[in-house]
């Protein structure tokens, strides 16, 4: 009956809530309202947006001993997951069955286990600091500990049914990541996507002075 | 070929009158054995020692390996021995240091703690020491279900719920070792330095480290005790993770010799560490008053320093690096100074 | 509630727009912003991280504008905004911040930061959470014309001094000049040599220019203490007195907070497009260059370097400037490690310098700015902004440092050649 629901009706509610919620965050986000800035530019605005949405992946020499457990951990973090959640063979499947109709190649085995574990590693180490750090303490939410914990369930029961031999713990993995879509939009998780236009707006106001952020 | 055939159908044949001579108490001596085949035979059990490695069609690591009588061997030990006394060691340790706490109860400081402190361990410090801290938590739970889930957890849920549990069990433990091992290399790292044994340190294992009687013993930045545990942490921890990285990736010709052996070790190893850990855990929450503190804030009172590593506090006073309880309270981000307070004043 | 709190939280909602949505969406609360932010480095306190100066808007934001907050609105359980909520973040907004601007270069989600604290200095000031020098200096300027209480006369004191020591004449009030000259009351009161480089660079330069008697003022205090309406109303005399002269161009001084609010807020707290350019000293003074209208003469020998002001560098654009003007007159020019975009901030901007109650942690923030002047054993820093100057001046001085302070448009007018360029 369980089993029904998580693999029934709650995926698609998961999948209804996470799809609609990010896309209205986003236009809700970059429909509000902007004035037009009316000093007249040195530089390209434009050119300013779109270099910073790539810049900003790699920190300023001048800072970046001073962040280097953020940026190791952090890349560890995200490249593990970007790399299991896409190039793992059973989301691979996964995907090819219930979104695109096509597959592609996936990592073998060991690829998996090994993005797997940098990316426990990674959000250990990043969780772990943001309650151990005086700044990130003092600056943390309740979403922020949610997120870390959701996100760290989610890779967990995916772990543990890794044998892909038992459906109940397929279901508890299933079930989490519901629980995460859900969650999503509603969440600093929207940062996987509002991050863009962050970078570009802040580019976009540097560009027009002609600095390179 | 008929004929080895035959003596093959004689072995098999043979095999199920061992399984039952196996419960028979063994000929005295003096007697002749009457079992046909019976010098084959203890040449394949290997009952004298010698391995035999005998020819087959299909070549491959342990292929010429009949019957393994060490996995005979192994698998007693491993019931007998982990699988019996684990969770026996575990629950005593556990009791012990709940006697003693009843007992000794928590160790003070003379004079209390005073509010000015000193910094200990960094950021990165302590989040190693917990990053390595969970993931042990968590290999050593997954750990046990693998050792004794059988005789324990199955009474308990079951046969297919546990067979669900073990499968998650060992999955999670596989992929987590690892982790386990590039954490310890890096407290390795971090820590080694510190944890070198001095002049002064055998002094205070000699007055049992200050637990035995009373009166100071003297210590540096880690006292023996300390250091001790760090290295058997190191040590036994690299033995765990070395074994256990043979055992996860059975492909590069281990035969089952090694891989009994290695078992066995890894779990040996790990028992060490789970009861000893356990002491480490009872020492560092409410075993000492004034320790917790170093591994959260990573500040640690002046007055614990003085009482327990008195030549670190040496050090602390000579380099100016204590501060007081407003200072300390304004690095953790939870003053609210002057202009603020006036502010807020003038705001009701 | 609250008539100040009232306030406060209309102009906190005024403000929130697509960037700030798109900010707060983004945070993560990553930390990174502290370890760019001299506040913070020096005194490491947590509250001075950059990130957690915006707590009113974020707090706003929250409320009003996140899914959890419409959420716990609705089911009337909000955690309703206080004075506290302002009054607390009076400190960390207006003595812990120079709006230096080094937070927005860090950020990896891209918030400018900077920008964000602005507007929460825009809630406190309206809502009349401000520190008193401030205060006061801001209702001098909008009274007298000028924080510093200098007036006309003083400018004309000044004028006369400069040319007896020029011989040269200073043009005021000329229409259809092409140039219109503003100076910053710290200039004026004490940087004079300021004015004098000027009339003897322009002159040497062979450039159409005039001071305006109605609107010498540059020195923005309502961008200071975080006034919008107040920054436009002064930005508007500018205007005034440029489109009555009807010059082609205003030249911003050697002012930080003046280029800003002229050159890039301007339009913007006036809702209006300027019929004039605008340019920084240091602009014009590199064009003049670039033409061959500028001939110099000799070379510095010191071992000197640069600071780059954050308003005109960093928040401003003028980045290579500066250096195109040292190199030809400076012999051992050193960057700082952290140097141009990325440079650190003298610990004075943003009102800082102003506000009595911050003298202490200005102090304390200053000690990045002495570690990096030590670290290249310098004997003298250039820079381009009087405020820069009187702080650094200050901080060199309280740290018993032997460490002259050059002006950047002075030491061009020392090097002037005698003939002039054609």
Request: hydrophobic share 45%.
């Amino acid at each position: 009956m369980i089993g029904y629901l998580i693999d029934g009706p709650l995926w698609y509610f998961s999948l209804a809530v996470f799809s609609i919620g990010v896309v209205w965050q986003l236009v809700a986000i970059i429909f509000a309202s902007r004035k037009t800035d009316l000093s007249v530019a040195r530089g390209s605005a434009s050119r300013g947006a779109i270099r910073n949405v790539f810049s900003r992946f790699i920190p300023h020499r001048e800072i970046a001993p001073q962040i280097r457990v953020q940026v190791v951990a952090g890349y560890m973090f995200h490249l593990g997951l970007f790399a299991l959640l896409f190039f793992a063979a059973p989301h691979v499947i996964f995907l090819e069955e219930n979104f695109f109709g096509f597959g592609w190649t996936a990592m073998p085995h060991w690829g998996f286990i090994l993005a797997a574990q940098f990316a426990f590693l990674g959000l250990i180490i990043l969780w772990l600091r943001r309650m151990l750090n005086s700044v990130s303490r003092l600056i943390s939410t309740l979403d922020d500990h949610v997120a870390a914990i959701l996100t760290f369930v989610v890779m967990l029961t995916g772990c543990l049914a890794l044998l892909e031999g038992f459906h109940e713990l397929r279901l508890l993995h299933r079930f989490t990541v519901e629980l995460l879509l859900i969650y999503f939009p509603f969440s600093c998780l929207m940062h996987t996507f509002t991050f863009i236009p962050s970078r570009a707006f802040t580019g976009a106001w540097f560009g027009r002075r002609g600095i390179d952020s | 070929m008929r004929i080895q055939t035959l003596l093959l159908l004689l072995c098999l044949a043979l095999l199920q009158f061992q399984a039952y001579a196996a419960d028979r108490p063994p000929p005295a001596p003096g007697m002749v054995s009457t079992v046909p085949g019976a010098d084959l035979w203890r040449e394949v059990r290997q009952r004298d020692g010698m391995i035999i490695d005998g020819i087959s069609q299909v070549k491959g690591v342990d292929t010429g390996v009949l019957i393994n009588a060490q996995g005979d061997k192994w698998a007693r030990f491993r019931i007998n021995n982990p699988v019996k006394h684990a969770p026996t060691v575990i629950i005593a340790v556990v009791l012990v240091l709940l006697l003693f706490y009843v007992i000794r109860g928590k160790v003070g400081i003379e004079g209390g703690l005073s509010g000015r402190m000193v910094l200990r361990f960094t950021d990165f410090e302590r989040i190693l020491h917990w990053t390595l801290a969970i993931v042990f938590l968590f290999l050593a739970i997954t750990g046990l279900v693998l050792l004794v889930g059988r005789p324990l957890l199955i009474p308990l849920f079951g046969k297919s719920a546990f067979s669900m549990l073990a499968s998650a069990s060992k999955e999670s433990h596989n992929l987590f070792g690892p982790i386990f091992l590039v954490s310890l290399l890096m407290m390795l790292y971090s820590f080694a330095r510190r944890n070198i044994y001095e002049k002064g340190d055998l002094t205070w294992l000699l007055k049992g480290g200050g637990f035995i009687g009373k009166g100071h013993v003297s210590g540096g930045f880690f006292n023996m005790g300390e250091k001790s545990w760090y290295w058997l942490v190191i040590l036994v921890g690299l033995v765990i993770s070395i074994s256990g990285l043979i055992l996860v990736s059975p492909n590069f010709g281990q035969g089952r010799v090694i891989m009994g052996i290695s078992h066995v070790v890894h779990v040996l190893g790990a028992i060490i560490l789970m009861a000893v850990s356990i002491g480490h855990m009872y020492m560092g929450s409410i075993g000492t008053e004034g320790s917790s503190e170093a591994m959260k804030s990573g500040y640690v009172d002046i007055n614990w320093v003085e009482a327990h590593h008195d030549r670190w506090a040496k050090e602390c006073h000579q380099k100016d690096q204590v501060i007081s309880a407003e200072e300390f309270a304004r690095l953790q981000g939870t003053s609210l100074d002057r202009a603020n307070v006036e502010a807020t004043e003038q705001a009701k | 509630m609250s008539e100040r709190l009232q306030k406060g939280l209309e102009v906190l909602r005024a403000e929130v727009d697509s960037k700030v949505q798109s900010f707060f969406s983004s945070c993560v609360r990553c930390g990174v912003c502290a370890e760019s932010c001299l506040f913070y480095t020096e005194t490491k306190d947590p509250r001075y991280t950059p990130i957690y100066k915006t707590e009113p808007l974020r707090k706003l934001w929250k409320n009003e504008y996140s899914f959890w907050g419409k959420l716990t609105g609705k089911l009337g359980m909000t955690k309703a905004m206080t004075e506290a909520d302002l009054a607390d973040w009076e400190e960390l907004v207006y003595d812990g911040c120079s709006m230096c601007g080094r937070c927005s270069m860090v950020c990896p989600v891209g918030v400018d930061i900077a920008m964000i604290i602005f507007k929460v200095k825009h809630a406190l000031a309206v809502a009349g959470f401000s520190p008193e020098g401030l205060v006061e200096t801001t209702q001098r300027a909008i009274d007298v014309g000028s924080p510093m209480g200098v007036t006309l006369k003083t400018v004309q004191a000044v004028i006369k001094h400069v040319e007896r020591d020029t011989g040269l004449s200073v043009p005021m009030d000329v229409e259809g000049a092409d140039y219109m000259a503003l100076l910053s009351s710290n200039e004026i009161a004490l940087y004079p040599e300021y004015l004098e480089s000027l009339v003897k660079i322009f002159d040497h330069a062979g450039v159409s220019w005039t001071l305006s008697s109605e609107a010498f003022e540059a020195t923005n205090s309502g961008l200071q203490i975080g006034n919008k309406a107040i920054a436009g109303q002064l930005v508007q005399r500018v205007v005034d007195g440029a489109e009555k002269l009807k010059v082609k161009t205003v030249i911003s001084p050697e002012c930080g907070h003046a280029y800003t609010a002229l050159r890039w807020e301007g339009p913007n707290f006036l809702g209006k497009a300027y019929s004039f350019k605008v340019v920084h000293i240091l602009e014009l003074l590199d064009e003049l260059r670039a033409q061959g209208r500028i001939k110099t003469t000799g070379m510095e020998t010191d071992r000197l370097t640069f600071h780059d002001p954050c308003s005109i560098v960093r928040r401003g654009g003028v980045l290579a400037q500066p250096r195109n003007l040292l190199e030809p007159i400076t012999e051992n020019f050193v960057e700082m490690t952290d140097h141009g975009s990325m440079n650190w901030c003298c610990g004075g901007g943003g009102g800082v310098s102003g506000n009595e109650r911050a003298e202490e942690l200005k102090h304390t923030a200053f000690n990045r700015k002495k570690s990096q002047i030590e670290e290249l054993k310098v004997d003298a820093v250039v820079t381009a902004c009087s405020n820069c100057r009187m702080v650094m001046e200050d901080g060199i001085e309280a740290n018993e440092m032997d460490m002259p302070l050059l002006g950047l448009t002075e030491l061009i007018a020392e090097h002037l050649a005698e003939d002039r360029a054609e």
